[in-house]
């Protein structure tokens, strides 16, 4: 079996610049301390790290995250080992969610490889909007929404002042106020340091903090690998949000990225909805992920929306009972 160590996979990964966050070996690491054991498979130049969540009974099911790494081609030998995996860990199914988007990739009537059915449910967000952050900062700016670039401007004039940020606990703090205020779900305290601690020290993470007046009111983490940027976790308080510090807080974010070398800046989830239907209904609807359509659209980046999911079945009857008991319980990936 071609499984290889953190340090192996690490060296592969090297082989393939372009590798999502979520394929990292660090990124394997946070979720083995979070209910998930990782298995890191190696075929010729094609590679995936897979995430196995136990079941009950002595049962799993298998995830991919934005992956496979490596060309399309070998992606099918590659399947072959993870199949193996997955039987030895009495894996119900796998779902694989490609690090592709759906205009590219694979071609038309090719989408879905062999041995796989279109999945059921979506792990990662599945559309999401991408800021390309080439050229000059004014460059950047003259891409955004003339209102976006007008909030970063009235946060900087009233006195927003934004700055890194080491203290978790306060972080944590504003993520359980936004998460009751708007709610959705939110990671524990201990998730997010484990998180911090596997890559602040590389320079792949940072937590930026707005004040104002002193007083804290809004904040975000931000991942960068290679030449990609992602915000994946971001807050703010009820308070001073007629002063826009969340926008100047994007602002410096991106900023950030950029001096990590990165050349996209990925916003990371808004709704499900195809450009048109996003554009004629922002402006009525507040619920679920269309209010934060509304501010990252503002931003000036491009709407896109991945392939997959795909999912391989081991088990039918148990994963009709699997599909039962996933409505019940939020699995978190």
Known sequence: ????????????????????????????????????QVVRVVRG??????LVRKLQLGLSMAYIPKGPLGQQSCWGSLFQEVDQVCRRHNSILMIVEPDLWKAGGFAAGDSIPSGFDPGLQNIQPPRTIVVTLAGSETDILARMKQKTRYNIRLAQKHGV?????????DFHRLML???????????????????FALFAPENQCLILTAEYAGEPVA????FAFAERA???????????????????????AMRWARQQGCLEYDLWGVPDADEAILESNFMQRSDGLWGVYRFKRGFGGELRRSLGPWQRVYNQPLYLLYRWWVKRRNVDA
Request: negative net charge; proline residues 4%; hydrophobic residues 35%.
């Open 1 to 36: 079996m071609p499984e290889v160590s953190p340090a192996g996979w690490n060296q592969f990964v090297t082989r393939h610049p372009s590798v999502h966050l979520l394929q990292t070996s660090a990124w394997g690491e946070l979720k083995s301390g979070f209910g998930w």
């Open 45 to 50: 130049d094609c590679g995936a790290q897979v």
């Open 161 to 169: 002042k934004v700055s890194q940020s080491t203290d978790i606990a």
């Open 177 to 195: 106020e936004t998460g009751e205020r708007n709610e959705f779900g939110i990671h524990s305290l201990e998730y997010y340091r484990r998180a």
């Open 219 to 222: 904040t975000l983490m931000v």
């Open 230 to 252: 992602w915000y994946f976790y971001g807050a703010s308080s009820d308070l001073h949000r007629e002063h826009m510090p969340t926008y100047l807080l994007q602002w410096e």
